[in-house]
């Protein structure tokens, strides 16, 4: 079967760490070409993918016509105006979350997409983590009973501001609750589907910041609250997941080891148990079983998943 070409626009964090390390190792899919504008870049491209092809500009990629997917992989105001480009020139488009900083532009895409019969999809890779896979696991499971409450957060901390960061300026689709509670919002959808209400808390906290660094997002559902939060002065780690039933909880620490791998450049294929998590971070369920208070770790889920693409 012949390998599809992808073209990555972007290849800082986003492009580097969550997409060429994935495509490369895809067996149905050849990192054709990247945009690599900064000396760091094209190094790092030359040094860990020498047989992609290195541009200077979306374009290169977008008007290639042995392109045949799109990645996007930049700062989120461009996520639009490359992903209609792409679409217009006729190529299957993957756009890193959020998908876009509006709905009507997204609207636009997806009925684009549709009168062009190409694929159009947002990346969104942490519905794959171990975490996430293990909660929604453990929900499904029943033990909890009906739930009430679920709580997800991103706490991180930085008490300075990031030098050349995009995300730390005042820009379209910039600040914490863009770039991490996009992944919140989506894994709750997941398991839980589209709320009846939301209510939304966005601050800025730190001293000389420009945009969001703390958000609260609350979806209401019949009989369950959905508490998803992020923050940058979190110094003591907190759970990743709190789960509420009437028959008790389920309580989650740590996060998915890939990330920490990936930005130290390992890929999948040279790390024979990638995707699994240290025991150590196991999360904990609580609950009264048969009359009995039933206390264990539970096993956490592999981070991975296997794709094939069919042409």
Sequence with gaps: ?????????????????????????????????????????????????PEAIGVMSAEDIINDPEVDIVAIATS??????FAKAALEAGKHVIVEKPFTNYSAEADELITLAKEKNLVL?????????SDFKTVKKVIESGRLGRVVNYEARYDRFRNFLRAGAWREENLPGSGIHYDLGAHLIDQALLVFGKPL???????????????????????SYPGLKVS???????????????????NGCFVKWGVDPQEALLRDGV??????????E???????????????DVEEKIES???????????
Excluded: C
Aim: net charge positive.
């Design 1 to 49: 079967m012949k390998k599809l070409k992808v073209g990555l626009i972007g290849f800082s964090i986003g492009g580097h760490v969550f997409h060429a390390p994935f495509i490369a190792e895809n067996p149905d899919l050849e990192l054709y070409k990247v945009t690599a504008r900064k000396p760091e870049q094209q190094q790092m491209l030359a040094e860990r993918y």
């Design 197 to 219: 209400a939301v209510f939304a808390d966005l601050r800025i906290q730190r001293d000389g910041a420009k945009t969001i660094d703390d958000f609260e997002f609350i979806l």
């Design 121 to 129: 999809s947002v990346h969104h890779n942490a519905r794959f983590h």
């Design 278 to 292: 240290d025991p150590a971070y196991q999360g904990t369920i609580a609950v009264l079983e048969n009359g009995n």
């Design 301 to 311: 889920e592999w981070g991975q998943v296997k794709i094939s693409i069919k042409t």
């Design 228 to 246: 998803l939060k992020g923050q940058m002065l979190a110094k003591i780690s907190t759970a990743r997941y709190a789960v509420y039933g009437m």
């Design 267 to 276: 890929r999948p294929s040279q790390h024979l148990d990638w995707g699994k």
């Design 76 to 81: 989120n105001d461009v996520h639009f105006s």
